[in-house]
T-cell receptor, first 115, second 111 residues
Framework: DTEVTQTPKHLVMGMTNKKSLKCEQH?????MYWYKQKAKKPPELMFV???????INESVPSRFSPECPNSSLLNLHLHALQPEDSALYLC??????????????FGPGTRLTVL | QKEVEQNSGPLSVPEGAIASLNCTYS??????FFWYRQYSGKSPELIMS????GDKEDGRFTAQLNKASQYVSLLIRDSQPSDSATYLC???????????FGSGTRLSIRP
C-alpha cells in the first residue's frame, strides 16, 4: 500500500484565518515532505522532515508552520496567508531521506484558496 | 542552466503510436531518476524510477537512462487517450537530499 492521505481536499480561508492541513501515511516511511504547486508549474519543495525532525526549510515565510507530531503525521499550520498563497498543497513521503533519495509518494493534495 | 530541463510541449502523438519524453539534468553525480504523471488538478503519480544506465521496462512504459550524456527519457508504447497528462521528470542531485523537478511536458494523445 503506497497511500498518503491528506485532509481537507479543499479549503477556502480569509487572510485573517488560522487553519491546518493534515497528512498521514502508514507505510513506515521516515521522511515526509510539503510541496506547493501553482497551476502549470512543477511542485516546489517547502519543508522536509526526516525521522520527525525538520531537516529542510526552503526559506518559506513564517505564515506557514510545519509540525510533525509523530512518524505517521505531518501538519501544516496556516496563518495570515495572502491571496498569492492559493495553490495545491501536496504532502509526500519516502522510506528515508539519505544521500540517494528514496522514491517519494504523493498524497492527493489540498486545494487552498485564500480570499 | 536549469538543473532539470524538459520540453514543455504540448507533445501531440496519435493514438497507438510511441510517445517519447526527454529530460536532461545538470548534476553529473545524480543517482536517482523518477518519472511522474500528473493529470490536471490531481497530484503526481509515480510511473517509473531508474537508477542504472540502460532501459527499464514496466508494461507500456520504458525508462532510459544515460548518465554519460546526462539524460533520461520515458517511452510510452501503444499510446492511449488516458495517457494525456503532464509528465514530470525528477532527479536526485548529489548535492542535496531532495529531488528536483523539471517543469513538465504536456502530452496529448489524439484519437
Amino acid at each position: 500500500d503506497t497511500e498518503v492521505t491528506q485532509t481537507p481536499k479543499h479549503l477556502v480561508m480569509g487572510m485573517t484565518n488560522k487553519k491546518s492541513l493534515k497528512c498521514e501515511q502508514h507505510m513506515g516511511h521516515r521522511a515526509m515532505y510539503w510541496y506547493k504547486q501553482k497551476a502549470k508549474k512543477p511542485p516546489e519543495l517547502m519543508f522536509v522532515y526526516s525521522y520527525e525532525k525538520l531537516s529542510i526549510n526552503e526559506s518559506v515565510p513564517s505564515r506557514f508552520s510545519p509540525e510533525c507530531p509523530n512518524s505517521s503525521l505531518l501538519n501544516l499550520h496556516l496563518h495570515a496567508l495572502q491571496p498569492e498563497d492559493s495553490a495545491l498543497y501536496l504532502c509526500a513521503s519516502s522510506p528515508s531521506m539519505g544521500q540517494n533519495t528514496d522514491t517519494q509518494y504523493f498524497g492527493p493534495g489540498t486545494r487552498l484558496t485564500v480570499l | 542552466q536549469k538543473e532539470v530541463e524538459q520540453n514543455s510541449g504540448p507533445l501531440s502523438v496519435p493514438e497507438g503510436a510511441i510517445a517519447s519524453l526527454n529530460c536532461t539534468y545538470s548534476d553529473r553525480g545524480s543517482q536517482s531518476f523518477f518519472w511522474y504523471r500528473q493529470y490536471s488538478g490531481k497530484s503526481p503519480e509515480l510511473i517509473m524510477s531508474i537508477y542504472s544506465n540502460g532501459d527499464k521496462e514496466d508494461g507500456r512504459f520504458t525508462a532510459q537512462l544515460n548518465k554519460a550524456s546526462q539524460y533520461v527519457s520515458l517511452l510510452i508504447r501503444d499510446s492511449q487517450p488516458s495517457d494525456s497528462a503532464t509528465y514530470l521528470c525528477a532527479v536526485d542531485p548529489s548535492s542535496a537530499s531532495k529531488i528536483i523537478f523539471g517543469s513538465g511536458t504536456r502530452l496529448s494523445i489524439r484519437p
